[in-house]
């Protein structure tokens, strides 16, 4: 049972490109979370998915960032127009559905560089 | 935004117990507490959690304090592999709010 995957795990843009990472999660799982780490920070929370709905993008930037979880295939996250302050590690987390504790699985992240 | 504190950094001596300290005095009745772990740069791995009682599994034990506000994470025989920045969470309605970590440090 492999574990959440994402990729690519690392990814290097130059300013004013567009990044996409895109996460596999565990099977079975239809909850799908997105975190943000800058260097030396913890995790800030992004966006919260399940298959085809946003249920949560409180913490997503207003401008130049979207998420999705189509029915078929892996949840996207896309940078659009990326800056220097876009350089961190994005980490995907899933969770099984009817989940009422609420236990994340995390992959190992995509560690987008902006230059 | 995290309900959590933590301190930033504690060392512990290797095969010692570490204990990490957790407030959370302004978490609801009805929000877990979770512990989770970020070894170097790896995603973070589950620990444990709780929500009154006291709990163990075989990695770690969680004591809650009765009213609730603070927590105290117990690894009972440090080892080296054991470094890693500890996260104590505030879980609600899928949203779980990650603070800054404690940076735990095993030392030889």
């Known amino acids: 049972n492999a574990g959440v995957m994402q990729n690519p795990r690392h990814l290097v843009r130059r300013r004013g490109q567009e990044a996409r990472l895109r996460c596999s999660p565990m099977?079975?799982?239809?909850?799908v979370y997105w975190y943000r780490q800058l260097p030396e920070e913890g995790l800030k929370f992004m966006v919260y998915?399940?298959?085809?709905?946003?249920?949560?993008e409180s913490g997503m930037p207003k401008e130049r960032f979207s998420a999705e979880f189509p029915k078929e295939g892996p949840s996207i996250l896309r940078i659009q127009q990326v800056v220097r302050g876009d350089s961190a590690a994005y980490f995907c987390?899933?969770?099984?559905?009817?989940?009422?504790?609420?236990?994340?699985?995390f992959g190992e992240g995509s560690r987008l560089t902006v230059l | 935004d995290a309900k959590t504190t933590q301190p930033p950094s504690m060392d512990c001596a290797e095969g010692r117990a570490a204990n990490l300290p957790c407030n959370h005095s302004?978490?609801?009745?009805?929000?877990?507490v979770y512990w989770y772990r970020q070894i170097h740069s790896q995603g973070p791995q589950y620990i444990i959690h709780?929500?009154?009682n006291n709990e163990t599994n075989e990695m770690a034990s969680l004591i809650i304090t009765e009213d609730r506000k603070s927590s105290t994470l117990i690894l009972p025989h440090a080892t080296l592999r054991d470094t890693a920045v500890y996260y104590c969470?505030?879980?609600?309605?899928?949203?779980?709010?990650f603070g800054s970590g404690t940076k735990l440090n095993v030392k030889p």
């Open positions: 969470i505030s879980y609600n309605f899928n949203k779980f709010y």
């Open positions: 302004t978490i609801s009745g009805n929000e877990y």
């Open positions: 998915l399940q298959k085809e709905n946003i249920i949560d």
């Open positions: 987390a899933s969770s099984p559905p009817d989940q009422y504790t609420g236990e994340l699985f």
């Open positions: 709780g929500l009154k």
């Open positions: 099977k079975g799982h239809s909850h």
